[in-house]
């Protein structure tokens, strides 16, 4: 059976007066896989996730989200999709119902049906006592495994994750890959920047970018024999380098 694939990207270019942010990548993503962007702080991962997303146009290429036109079709994205970015996405002064009642409401889903997914997200994440309490009171790992939530929460085609394990302890990081593996398995594509190599590890492919360009893509075990490396922080280095 042939695999479906729910991102096409064509020579996608984006730039900035002289400076070319993002430089003709091409690539694309089957439903269920995750697919890992990595590349350094300023490689243009999160800028190019943006034109994906729909929030930015590009300058030039093509690419199609969940058969939608980034060019003219992106508010059918906006409603395909999820998104977590990479600063905390909820808000602090809500509390965790709250949020999740107004990004319910957001992404227009009835009353009926928020009451439903609210009452599974806190059985879920175990966070019956906190349920009340302001989000801005609660550790950022928990933070970031609500939010992740959150972004689930009208069932989307894909979902984009701007580094989403920034600045939390390695137990948590843990914790929300669990999750992500979850979603995936539950048919959910997940589009995920980082530059935390190791998390390459956890990738169906990867993808790694290099001063606005896409230097390697495959799955980490092809990317470390292919280098011949040991693990994806080497092979990373390697492309760095070069």
């Not at 990595?38 to 190019?48: D, E, S, V, Y």
């Not at 906190?130 to 069932?155: E, R, T």
């Not at 137990?171 to 390459?200: L, P, S």
């Not at 990738?203 to 994806?232: Q, W, Y």
Request: glycine share 10%.
């Amino acid at each position: 059976m042939k695999e479906e694939t729910v991102i096409k990207v064509a020579g996608l270019t984006k730039a900035f007066g002289d400076f070319t942010a993002v430089n003709k990548i091409s690539f694309h993503v089957r439903k269920g896989e995750i697919f890992g962007f990595l590349g350094a702080n300023g490689a243009g991962k999160t800028t190019a996730m943006k034109m994906l997303i729909g929030i930015s146009a590009p300058s030039s290429g093509s690419a199609n989200v969940a058969g939608f036109d980034v060019y003219t079709q992106t508010e059918n994205i906006k409603k395909s999709i999820g998104y977590m970015s990479q600063k905390f996405a909820l808000y602090d002064d809500l509390t965790v119902k709250e949020n999740i009642r107004f990004f319910g409401g957001i992404y227009g889903l009835s009353k009926d049906r928020i009451s439903q997914k609210s009452n599974l997200l806190i059985e879920e994440l175990g966070l019956e006592k906190v349920a009340n309490s302001l989000v801005g009171s609660l550790p950022l790992g928990w933070k970031q495994k609500i939010a992740f939530s959150v972004s689930l929460l009208h069932d989307p085609k894909i979902v984009f994750l701007d580094e989403p394990t920034g600045g939390v302890d390695p137990i948590t990081r843990r914790q929300f890959w669990e999750m992500i593996y979850k979603a995936a398995n539950n048919g959910t594509t997940i589009f995920v920047t980082t530059h935390y190599m190791d998390e390459a590890e956890y990738c169906d492919r990867v993808s790694i970018m290099v001063d606005g360009t896409i230097e390697a893509l495959d799955t980490p075990k092809n990317l470390k024999s292919h280098f011949g490396s040991d693990s994806m922080n080497d092979v990373f280095l390697k492309l760095a380098r070069s």
